[in-house]
Nanobody
Framework: QVQLVESGGGLVQAGASLRLSCAAS????????MGWFRQAPGKERVFVAA????????DYAKSVKGRFTISRDGAKNTIYLQMNSLKPEDTAVYYC????????????????WGQGTQVTVSS
């Protein structure tokens, strides 16, 4: 079993930055694919970013590419999502996810999910 706990969300003005953290527990964390997803009110949960177990491969949704950066710290069993130049359309609950599979993916069928952290960007 893997437990994921997100933190770092908040209410900010457009143009501001936030860094989300996801603390993971479990000895197999270093071998898991990790991802960030988000869900805005009334909308489907969608892919934001993913990072391979080694940290050498990353993937980003077009909507956030160039503004967001995903990273991982194996020693701390933590992944991060640095969010810069935030826009009102970034407002959503952000979820951390982990998957046992070896392949990068954007689908929602990750094996484990955190509880989510709210990010609200005002105009």
């Amino acid at each position: 079993q893997v437990q994921l706990v997100e933190s770092g969300g908040g209410l900010v003005q457009a143009g501001a930055s936030l860094r989300l953290s996801c603390a993971a527990s479990g000895r197999t964390f270093s071998s898991y694919l990790m991802g960030w997803f988000r869900q805005a009110p009334g909308k489907e949960r969608v892919f934001v970013a993913a990072i391979s177990w080694s940290g050498r491969n990353t993937d980003y949704a077009k909507s956030v590419k160039g503004r967001f950066t995903i990273s991982r710290d194996g020693a701390k069993n933590t992944i991060y999502l640095q969010m810069n130049s935030l826009k009102p359309e970034d407002t959503a609950v952000y979820y951390c996810a982990a998957d046992r599979g070896p392949t990068m993916k954007r689908s929602l069928d990750y094996d484990y999910w955190g509880q989510g952290t709210q990010v609200t960007v005002s105009s």
